[in-house]
T-cell receptor, first 116, second 117 residues
Framework: KQEVTQIPAALSVPEGENLVLNCSFT??????LQWFRQDPGKGLTSLLL?????REQTSGRLNASLDKSSGRSTLYIAASQPGDSATYLC???????????????FGQGTELSVKP | GAGVSQSPSNKVTEKGKDVELRCDPI?????LYWYRQSLGQGLEFLIY????????KSGLPSDRFSAERTGGSVSTLTIQRTQQEDSAVYLC???????????????FGPGTRLLVL
């Protein structure tokens, strides 16, 4: 059974700091891994999707890496800003029957607070 | 529409009543997902629809839960005889496709907050 874990559960940093959020998964047979952010009382916003054949994806100040062999993904946020404050969730998509069943297994999330 | 929409945004009901939650996916998206987010449980997969294929119902917690997707577009999640433990935020998502690189990004709606008294 695929389990996804995120550490730390909460993180508080001063504005401008670079930071790393961690995500680990128990089953390395993933099809892709996705990172989302969730603002309080809102739905999820997709940030980055990494296919299993890729090692990293970048979007602006965000960089996500994937190491299937070790069952780990990291989300790097450069020059953090107060607007980055949100809960960040990673989710793994299993590769079994890859063209069927796109359901995601989510981690519990990391609540990030960036202080001005 | 521009994004995934869900209705109602909030629902308060009494234990034992049935509720229906609606999801309008992004036009043209073939895959639709329902998830539930509750305190202490995180985000859990409920059910998934892809085109005309049989839905993946493996995440539904009990037979009180059912969902349908009419015409490959709008979906309704129905909870019968609601219980207090059904209180949660129910999130719907859609994606352009499945099994195609670059087509699996899931776009989420704002959710329906269900409170069962």
């Amino acid at each position: 059974k695929q389990e996804v874990t995120q550490i730390p559960a909460a993180l508080s940093v001063p504005e401008g700091e670079n930071l790393v959020l961690n995500c680990s998964f128990t089953d390395s047979a993933i099809y892709n891994l996705q990172w989302f952010r969730q603002d309080p009382g809102k739905g999820l916003t997709s940030l980055l999707l990494i296919q299993s054949s890729q090692r990293e994806q970048t979007s602006g100040r965000l960089n996500a890496s994937l190491d299937k062999s070790s069952g780990r993904s990291t989300l790097y946020i450069a020059a953090s800003q107060p607007g980055d404050s949100a809960t960040y969730l990673c989710a793994a998509r299993l590769s079994i029957n890859y063209n069927q069943g796109g359901k995601l297994i989510f981690g519990q999330g990391t609540e990030l607070s960036v202080k001005p | 529409g521009a994004g995934v929409s869900q209705s109602p945004s909030n629902k308060v009901t009494e234990k034992g009543k049935d509720v229906e939650l609606r999801c309008d996916p992004i036009s043209g998206h073939t895959a639709l997902y329902w998830y539930r987010q509750s305190l202490g449980q995180g985000l859990e997969f409920l059910i998934y629809f892809q085109g005309n294929s049989a839905p993946d119902k493996s995440g539904l917690p009990s037979d009180r839960f059912s969902a349908e997707r009419t015409g490959g577009s709008v979906s309704t999640l129905t909870i019968q005889r609601t219980q207090q433990e059904d209180s949660a935020v129910y999130l719907c998502a859609s994606s352009p496709g499945v099994g195609l690189a670059g087509k699996e990004t899931q776009y989420f709606g704002p959710g329906t907050r269900l409170l069962v008294l």
